[in-house]
């Protein structure tokens, strides 16, 4: 299954992609057009990385899947790794910030 936003984690879209604000860490994270696309994919809750590449490769027809494939894991990979997505086992299961658990 595809990680899910963080549960502090604000997306503002842009001309030319979006930021994404972790309000708890106060991260900021950059994302291109693409990565805006990829990080409106990742709802709703259960779908796959095979569903998020199809749906990608529809609306770009012209990246090699192999390529968008690394390219869609290297970004989760990133935003992982910042905190902003979580597998969505562990999101579901953590208590949200401020509440008990």
Avoid at 69 to 84: F, I, N, T
Wanted: net charge negative.
């Amino acid at each position: 299954m595809l990680p899910q936003p963080g549960p502090g984690v604000l997306f503002q879209p842009l001309p030319d992609g979006a930021v994404l604000l972790d309000t708890a860490s106060e991260v900021y994270f950059g994302l291109n057009s693409v990565g805006a696309r990829i990080w409106q994919l990742l709802q709703p809750a259960g779908h796959t990385v095979d569903d998020l590449c199809t749906a990608l490769g529809a609306e770009f027809p012209e990246v090699d899947p192999a390529r968008l494939r690394k390219d869609v894991s290297d970004l989760l990979a990133s935003l992982a790794s910042e905190g902003l997505v979580f597998p969505a086992e562990t999101r579901d299961a953590a208590p949200l910030a401020g509440h008990a658990a």
